[in-house]
């Protein structure tokens, strides 16, 4: 979406809320996050915070996703034509480690456990990337990290993945389905978190995911239909999954 906007407060009894345009934002916007009580958002002319009615540049960065870390929330990865950590350091958010090396436009982050953080690239395959090997804080250096590529001979169907999480359990979102990640092959197989329906391979899935209430949303489709529906999470860890056209 061009621009972000906020719903305003009526003047008067009668008059109804509209949308304004958040000021110091005129730009692509692509994804937003709240961290630590911070409203953030990802454009092509870098990071904004968001405060009320105004954006604050926080680095700029061509980015488009952006992924909280879930050992440290006070750690926020953002992706686009760069990979990038942000922190909160006393109080602000700041640009701490730009990662070079990479070619791909990153569309989709996860962080599977400390410092090791999952990339979906815009074309195709997948990077894992270790954060950790390195601590130095730009711009006294760019860290040096490990990073490894996977693609349709590692069990990968060719075409766009979106990786994602659900709690500590790591998924990725194919043109054939979902997959998981089988570290002892170094292979991707299919999952059926959500039903064996979404782990056919005749199903392809576009970028899912979450909301406050444990609900996850899934755009999915066949060669003849594309739909959304929802995983709603139940008491013995399973999902039952129903079509937004049924709610």
């Not at 350091?89 to 456990?113: A, F």
Request: charged share 15%.
């Amino acid at each position: 979406m061009r621009n972000v906007s906020y719903l305003s407060t009526p003047a008067t009894r009668d008059a109804y809320p509209t949308f304004q345009p958040v000021a110091g934002i005129s730009v692509y916007c692509g994804e937003m996050l709240v961290a630590e009580n911070s409203l953030l958002a990802t454009t092509t002319a870098g990071v904004y915070q968001i405060e009320e009615n105004r954006a604050t540049q926080i680095c700029d960065l061509n980015t488009i996703t952006i992924h909280q870390s879930q050992s440290n929330p006070k750690r926020v990865y953002v992706g686009g034509t760069i990979l990038a950590e942000i922190q909160e350091i006393d109080g602000q958010w700041k640009l701490t480690r730009p990662v070079s090396g990479m070619k791909e436009h990153i569309i989709s982050i996860v962080e599977e456990n400390d410092g090791i953080v999952w990339l979906g690239p815009r074309v195709q395959g997948l990077l894992r990337v270790d954060m950790s090997a390195s601590t130095m804080q730009y711009p006294v250096q760019e860290p040096v990290v490990s990073i490894q590529r996977y693609g349709t001979e590692h069990g990968l169907p060719a075409g766009r993945v979106y990786a994602f999480s659900i709690g500590d359990r790591l998924l990725f979102a194919t043109a054939k389905g979902l997959r998981r990640f089988d570290s002892r092959n170094q292979s991707f197989v299919p999952d059926s978190t959500f039903g064996l329906t979404l782990a056919d391979t005749t199903h392809y899935l576009g970028k899912i995911v979450g909301d406050a209430q444990g609900q996850i949303w899934i755009p999915n489709g066949t060669q003849h239909r594309y739909k959304t529906d929802m995983a709603v999470p139940q008491q013995d860890g399973s999902y039952l999954l129903q079509s937004i056209a049924a709610l």
